[in-house]
């Protein structure tokens, strides 16, 4: 996998990183079990600093995206979650709320940000009702 960091983005590294491994994920160019390159691999190739590599691996892994094992590197996780429905729920609406504060400063009206957000989940065949 190919990773681009922004420097001019507002966005700290480590979370565009993050950003970019769950889209792969979402997207199936990751695949379950699918090892990820090297903390120093990955520094070395985006110039920039391993604990900043670290700091985006934990996180996956905390989200359950990736796991590690000890010695043979990170890998993409089995996501048949194993989080709650409330810890699903938390995370996304968490989430949900930021991009809404980013859309009201924007000025961006509720129409279209919610026309975006049924453009994405398409883009990602996301399903439809579910319960």
Do not use: H, S
């Given at each position: 996998m190919q990773y681009n960091i922004d420097n001019s983005s507002g966005r700290p590294v480590f979370q565009q990183l993050i950003d970019q491994v769950k889209r792969d994920v979402a997207l199936g160019r990751l695949l379950k079990d699918e090892k990820l390159p090297t903390v120093r691999q990955l520094a070395?190739?985006?110039?920039?600093?391993?604990?900043?590599?670290?700091?985006?691996?934990?996180?996956?892994?905390?989200?359950?995206?990736?796991?590690?094992?000890?010695?043979?590197?990170?890998?993409?996780a089995n996501l048949d979650s194993n989080l709650s429905k409330a810890v699903r729920k938390k995370l996304i609406c968490d989430e949900l709320e930021r991009i809404v504060v980013d859309a009201f400063h924007m000025q961006i009206d509720r129409a279209t940000l919610t026309e975006w957000f049924e453009n994405a989940a398409e883009k990602f065949n996301l399903a439809g009702e579910k319960e």
């Open positions: 070395q190739q985006l110039a920039i600093n391993p604990n900043t590599i670290a700091k985006a691996y934990r996180q996956l892994e905390q989200d359950g995206i990736i796991v590690t094992k000890a010695g043979a590197g990170a890998f993409v």
